[in-house]
């Protein structure tokens, strides 16, 4: 077949780029589509904050007038400053059973890096770690959370047979919510309540979120820093953040821990699963799919755990019971049964204790592949 390659110019283009999947993954039962507006904010350069301290371009595959591939490459500036390397990431990584296919998008990517004096390309990875990431090895007859990514069987395979190697996993667990609630885990949030003079945060309302909401992500940018790829948000980037999660998030799904200062040393959010109402809006807000959305947010059995930190000094000292404790007694009061873990590095321990005393699945992994260019 014969195959061209198009850079992305224009907005027409990239609205084919974001669309791609969803002609890839027609009929596929386990293929959630991104909502297509979302996806065209962070890849604008006009609209997503990143660019700031990134560069970026994208590239599709054709054959005739078919998309049959796509991938993004980005330059993330502030974050190569910080490691004191030089990083390309790759994303937005789709294609056919090709290995032609998959050899043109990866060499777009690494002619690039190489004319930029990369060291190492790595992927697939957003702009942020609330971009979606990895490449799903394990766990294909599983719906992805809304903030997950499907993709079919063939792509790691193929990935390896350019000269990719295994730099991380992410894995992803479903826990049954039990009938009773854990007393010790009670009798731990009060002790530590108590010895280190912590209190839960009241909120009401959307409102009262917005008091803690900077105070959060500035406490992600310290706590999440040792974490893969992770790249430290911007003022511009919290404050763009905050507008996307105030949309969706509840008080009764945020617990926000704080000291007798009132300092912010812990915090949970979780989100009602948004997984199968974004199948059945098929990437678009309007005219029903918004519909499908609130009906989610509050008729749900499932909830994802989004997001959950606590201060480095306060991280062996139980401040996770605390967070939980709110938590889990919105769940048993709103009837929820399992829990979706968003994706953990597999190494990380503190993590993975949270759930050591639950019924729990493991049922998804995810990788992160690296190529040296030199």
């Known amino acids: ?56 371009r994208y590239w599709m595959v054709c054959e005739g007038k078919r998309v049959v591939g796509r991938v993004a490459a980005i330059i993330n500036h502030r974050y190569n400053k910080i490691k004191g390397s030089d990083y390309m990431r790759f994303g937005w990584l ?62 790691g395979p193929m990935i390896m047979k350019y000269h990719y190697k295994k730099d991380v996993d992410w894995i992803e667990q479903r826990i049954t919510v039990p009938d009773e609630t854990n007393q010790r885990e009670i009798k731990i949030a009060q002790l530590v309540k108590k010895r280190f003079e912590l209190h839960q945060s009241v909120m009401k309302s959307r409102q009262d979120v917005s008091v803690y ?13 040792g974490l893969y790829a992770f790249s430290p948000l911007t003022d511009h980037q919290i404050r763009d953040l905050q507008k996307t999660f105030m949309q969706m998030i509840h008080p009764d799904y945020v617990s926000v821990v704080l000291n007798k200062e009132e300092e912010v040393v812990a915090f949970g959010i979780v989100l009602p699963s948004l997984s199968h109402a974004l199948k059945k809006a098929r990437g678009r807000m309007f005219p029903f799919g918004f519909i499908h959305i609130l009906r989610a947010l509050h008729y ?28 889990f007694g919105t769940i ?40 040296s260019m030199q």
């Open 94 to 155: 789709d294609f056919i059973e090709n290995d032609r296919v998959l050899n043109m998008l990866l060499n777009l990517v690494e002619d690039w890096a190489k004319a930029n004096n990369i060291q190492y390309v790595h992927g697939p990875l957003g702009f942020t770690s609330f971009d979606q990431s990895g490449v799903l090895v394990d766990g294909f007859n599983e719906y992805p959370t809304a903030w997950g990514h499907y993709n079919y069987p063939y792509y």
């Open 300 to 327: 749900n059995d499932t909830v994802d755990m989004l997001l959950v930190g606590v201060k480095h000094e306060y991280q062996n000292k139980g401040a996770y019971a605390l967070v939980f404790e709110k938590i």
């Open 1 to 56: 077949m014969e195959l061209s390659v198009i850079e992305v110019a224009s907005k027409r283009d990239l609205y084919r780029f974001i669309r791609f999947p969803d002609q890839l993954y027609k009929g596929c039962e386990y293929y959630i589509p991104a909502l297509h507006n979302n996806q065209f904010k962070t890849l604008s350069k006009t609209k997503n904050p990143a660019f700031e301290h990134c560069q970026a």
């Open 213 to 225: 909401a900077g105070r959060v992500f500035e406490l992600i940018n310290r706590s999440y820093e």
């Open 332 to 371: 048993k009061k709103k009837g929820i049964r399992y829990v979706e873990t968003t994706r953990e590095l597999e190494n990380n321990e503190k993590v993975q204790q949270l759930w050591a005393t639950y019924e729990k699945r493991q049922h998804k992994r995810a990788r992160c592949y690296i190529k």
